[in-house]
């Protein structure tokens, strides 16, 4: 087992000081035991190291979603479209979406279960944390919660009763299960927790959205989540459809003044997205130390919005990073997630710019306590978790002049998967030269494709379904279906 790296540069705290030259890491177990300068040679001394990148946001969907039809539209039109998901085996496909994410430098993943069929998740959560064992990353397995609105942000009997009649049995029988209680929904996530939970893993509870959750669960949750510690990871405020739905549910207390009362906003809760907070809405985030994973090109791709990352860093509010499932180029490429987000949230107007300390403080600590519920990551230090990653400096600096530019420049602009050469997490090698060492990953992948084929006339036969369910969908936003009290 490797207990010592060398390197050429060593980004110690990315954003926050310079690289060292030549350095060599040690590992006691699962920590970084010391970091000593020493002259490189050989292989290391053309790479950089930094902390391992968290993905505070994600569905560990190995099958991409176009891959079945999913192609990239407005969010609520768009998810009609997981009907077609075929039934691959839940190992593999979060296997694959893991090993995909080690091989672009991310250490801890926070994996938002999707399924709906309460029968079958201890199971899939059961293989989706072997998956993550098994690939060596660090995990926060989030258990899906809901109870109403399951078709969309209106009554569901009404919005099945919108859909074509002969759609409507397979609608019914895919998405309208019967729901347990909110106290038989605690009971599970902790069921869960017994069942999975150990040093790299932890669970979350997940209520789906809050539009997707009574009261009463969400109180619930609250409740639950103050009693044990676990976090609570949901989606806020994705759209601006979401927005006036929030808006004509709670036109006098506010949305999230609401969620606040229920007692769900703490330092223990992650939002996904928050593209549509208002500047009061941020403000009571900061306030209770709550945090929100922006997921810059999932926003672009879903046509939802740009975060507004400028007014977070003006209220104090943390972020933290995700991906979720829908990287730039669908090749969940972390690197390159972190320099769109780079760009779009540090533009020269902006009342206050993303600058590296809060771009590395989202993609590292921030993250990192989403995910894993641990303080002060973020750097190479004695007794800091020996979690990295190694790139390929030299490859990525091939035709810079010496002297001419600065590291941090050149990581930002041009690193990608493809520069990654060597992860670390908790002291274990997971990936060494841009290979995954716990998984098979090329035949994990032919699996999952052949899996996936194997249901594509089933999958085709869905199509036309789903393509009605998106136009009646639509019909009944642009109506205003979802704001008519
Ligand atoms: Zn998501």
Redesign the pocket.
Known sequence: MVNEVAVGRLLARPGRAAPLADAVLSFAGDRIAAVAPAAGQGRGKSLIALPALVNA?D?GRGLHHLAFGARDQAFELWRAALYAHPPIDPYLNAALAFGRLAQAGVGSVMH?HSSIDIKRLPADAEAVCRAARDVGIRLAFVVPLRDQQTLGYGSDDALLAAHPEADQPMIRSTWLNTFPSPGDYVALVREIAARVEGPLISVQYGPNSPQACSDALLAAIGEASAADGRRVTT?LLETSIQRQWADATYPDQGFLPHLDRLGLISQRFTG?HGVWLTAADIALLAERGAQIAVNTSSNLRLRSGIAPVAQYLKAGMRFSFGI?SFSVDDDDDAFRELRLGHWLHSPHHAERRLDPVGLFDGWLGNGYFAVNNEEGYGALAPDAPADLVLLDFDAMAHDVIDGMAEDMDVLLTRATTRHVRDVFVAGRQIVRDGRVLGVDLPAIEQEVLSQARATGARMRDLKPVLERSQATLSSFYQAGGHIRR
Do not use: M
């Open positions: 946001h569905h938002v989606h996904a979720d």
